[in-house]
């Protein structure tokens, strides 16, 4: 996994061509963190993303101290500290032993046998098993995140191709289809140990050869391998297999004839019709095995409607259950009572309705109350000829002449700007007296005399 000066280059930190800071990440760790935490902090946060980055860039999920070493080595020398760089990204779970990653596998898994790159020698993990605290340089790692990256990739890659119609691959054709994302059968055993993980596959071994089943789309785990999964998949072995011998034949049929020509051409009647019957013998081979291609294929279709009746099926169950439980306690007699119910209440709603419109109820009688007492009131009311004088009857007598002329008589006027003595006003106002006592005898009624003012 180890990558060229030139390549690295191409994506080191630009750190890495400080001389001197280098050198600091290059030593190696002190004892004990609480030494000098910001020295151990700072090589952590920068090996361990390197690290993952390095192994991305080569397309690997797994590491080891010597291939680390031979990828960072600069200037001739390595970094002192990888192995605590590790140690402390299995405690974080960045990275995990490539042996617990694959614990508690399935049956399958354990069936595939050594193909699986997992058996690590005991030599490898003995020091572990002592209680080291130093990593061993061949202990393979698998980096979570990547690993994780390519499992979902590959599962991209399945549901996005021709084979996602299909129940069962074999493992040949999961590694065509995922060669431009898994570089070595190693990472794709990766790839498929984190989906079976996250419960997208299973697999298992029939008659020597390596199966994968996926889930499919829309489920939210694979279901394990039954017997009608293997009676498909060999079908569809069958299939493939008298597709190829069938277009073999016709190949061959079809050389038979232009030998035949060939040899006609020369004269070679005999040799001619003799590969003609050569001919007409492959035709009817193929015809033969082409009927068989269409009683696999005829095998295939019923399967595939019956596993969509059965869905069918099982839709059916699940509308009426859920149906059983939405009419849980609905019965004809209760809903005959809803609908009397709400009859009721709506003729109930109109009558209201209706009287609102018509307004208040009483209307009529207070109006016909308030008329009688306004009536009352009018007829205890003060008549109208006491509230004003009565018109005279008898002619009115015009007013005695003075003996004074007008003229004289405006003089007696009281006017504010000239200066009259009092003397002159007694005189006047007696004279007014006089005049008016006589004016009231000769014009009012006797019969109506206004009162003093109280």
């Excluded at 031979?70 to 590790?86: D, M, Y």
């Excluded at 294929?297 to 859920?322: C, E, F, H, P």
């Amino acid at each position: 996994m180890s990558v060229s000066v030139e390549k690295r280059s191409a994506w080191f930190p630009p750190d890495w061509d400080d001389d001197e800071r280098m050198s600091f990440l290059f030593s190696a760790f002190k004892e004990n963190r609480d030494v000098d935490c910001t020295d151990w902090d700072g090589k952590i946060e920068f090996w361990s993303p390197l690290i993952i980055e390095h192994c991305r860039r080569c397309g690997s999920v797994c590491v080891n101290l010597q291939d680390l070493y031979e990828s960072f080595r600069r200037k001739g020398s390595v970094p002192l500290g990888l192995s605590t760089v590790i140690q402390s990204m299995i405690r974080s779970g960045k990275v995990q032993k490539e042996s617990d990653f694959a614990a508690n596998v399935d049956s399958g898994w354990l069936s595939w046998g050594v193909g699986l790159l997992l058996v690590r020698p005991l030599k490898w993990t003995l020091s572990a098993l002592l209680g080291s605290g130093r990593v061993p340089l061949e202990e393979s790692f698998v980096v979570i995140e990547l690993v994780k990256e390519k499992a979902a990739e590959l599962l991209a890659a399945f549901r996005g191709s021709a084979l996602s119609a299909r129940s069962l691959l074999s493992f040949q054709e999961l590694r065509s289809l995922s060669s431009h994302i898994c570089p070595d059968e190693s990472t794709l055993c990766m790839a498929l140990l984190q989906l079976q993980r996250e419960k997208h596959i299973t697999v298992s071994l029939h008659e020597g050869e390596k199966l994968v089943k996926f889930s499919q789309a829309g489920q939210g785990r694979v279901s394990p391998v039954s017997e009608v999964d293997l009676g498909i998949y060999q079908l569809q072995c069958s299939e493939k297999l008298l597709e190829e011998r069938v277009e073999a034949l016709g190949h061959e049929a079809e050389t038979c004839k232009q030998q035949a020509k060939s040899l006609l051409k020369e004269g070679k009647k005999s040799q001619a019709l003799r590969c003609l019957r050569g001919s007409k013998r492959v035709e009817k081979k193929a015809d033969r095995l082409f009927a068989q291609l269409e009683t696999v294929k005829g095998i295939l279709d019923r399967i595939a409607n019956s596993q969509t009746d059965r869905l069918v099926m099982q839709a059916y169950q699940a509308g009426v259950a859920a149906l059983r439980i939405s009419l849980k306690g609905v019965t004809v007699e209760r809903a005959e009572n809803l609908v009397d119910q709400i009859q009721e209440l709506c003729d109930t709603q109109d009558e209201v309705n209706q009287t609102l419109a018509s307004g208040a109820p009483d209307a009529g009688e207070d109006s016909e109350d308030l008329e009688e007492e306004l009536k009352s009131l009018l007829e205890k009311s003060v008549p109208e000829n006491d509230l004003f004088p009565a018109v005279p009857t008898n002619p009115i007598t015009p007013p005695r002449k003075t003996d004074l002329p007008d003229a004289a008589f405006v003089q007696f006027v009281p006017n504010p700007g000239v200066n009259i003595t009092d003397e002159e006003l007694d005189r006047e106002l007696r004279r007014l007296t006089v005049s008016d006592k006589g004016l009231s005898r000769e014009s009012v009624s006797p019969q109506r005399r206004l009162e003093p003012a109280q």
